[in-house]
């Protein structure tokens, strides 16, 4: 039974490799080639397994020639397709490297027109800023003003009632200087507000330097020492006090930040 339904199946194999033929099917000549082998040696082994003849048994061999043809036959598939998936590699790489350099050009005309928004958007905002801080700085100057003439006037108050030997007289000084800037602050704030330009005037610089020193000298750590060295033979520029001594708190800060955790020498 078992010699029959192999003869069955083999032959059944075999016609199926020949209507492949026909069909011009991929391969069907190799492994028609290789049924034919396997189905000769079953055969083979058949009639010697009934006492027809006596020889060795090719059943094996038979198999072997068939799973190396159909190994040939995928070898040549594999082939071919890997052939083919390098060509279709290299078309679409073409065609992605064509729409690749579309979409740059695409966005670098997005990026150009998106920078000339963002400009015209912040020129926009600045300028509602400036309209912004231009009515909030008129709206405190009246109000900062009075609080500021409260302390200039009962500072000079305070300041002509001293003797001329009292201790306390630098500090009424100090404030009274203190509140002086706080106002020249006030007027920067609404001549920037407003677009104005700031005055500028003839002034010596070492006097404005040395009294934002000894304010500095109040706030630093002791583990930092200032060092001013100030020609008092330069002549005047033209400058803002004011600014000035922005200047020289903003130069200080920086050098106290940088030198905090170490202390040092802050040299002027």
Do not use: W
């Amino acid at each position: 039974f078992v010699q029959i339904m192999s003869v069955v199946f083999t032959i059944f194999v075999f016609v199926s490799f020949i209507r492949a033929i026909i069909h011009k099917r991929e391969g069907a000549g190799l492994l028609c080639l290789g049924s034919a082998l396997l189905i000769s040696s079953l055969f083979h082994d058949i009639l010697i397994a009934n006492g027809v003849f006596h020889s060795i048994n090719l059943a094996a061999a038979g198999l072997f020639l068939f799973i190396f043809v159909q190994s040939v036959m995928l070898s040549i598939r594999f082939s071919k397709a890997f052939t083919m998936a390098e060509d279709l590699s290299m078309e679409l790489e073409e065609k992605v490297e064509l729409r690749t350099q579309g979409l740059q050009k695409a966005n670098k005309e997005i990026a150009l027109s998106n920078k000339m928004l963002r400009e015209t958007q912040s020129q926009l905002i600045q300028s509602q800023k400036m309209e912004a801080m231009g009515t909030l700085a008129g709206g405190i100057a009246h109000d900062f003003n009075n609080i500021l003439g409260t302390i200039l006037g009962y500072s000079e108050l305070l300041l002509n009632d001293q003797a001329a030997d009292s201790p306390i007289k630098e500090h009424l000084h100090a404030i009274y200087r203190s509140g002086e800037r706080a106002a020249d602050l006030v007027r920067q704030i609404l001549t920037f507000s407003r677009g104005d330009t700031q005055d500028l005037a003839p002034m010596q610089i070492q006097p404005s330097l040395k009294e934002t020193l000894n304010m500095i000298r109040a706030t630093l750590p002791e583990s930092i020492e200032i060092r001013d060295r100030i020609d008092p033979e330069c002549g005047p520029i033209m400058a803002n006090q004011t600014q000035i001594s922005q200047v020289l708190l903003n130069l200080c800060n920086n050098a106290n930040f940088a030198m905090k955790a170490s202390g040092g020498v802050l040299d002027i």
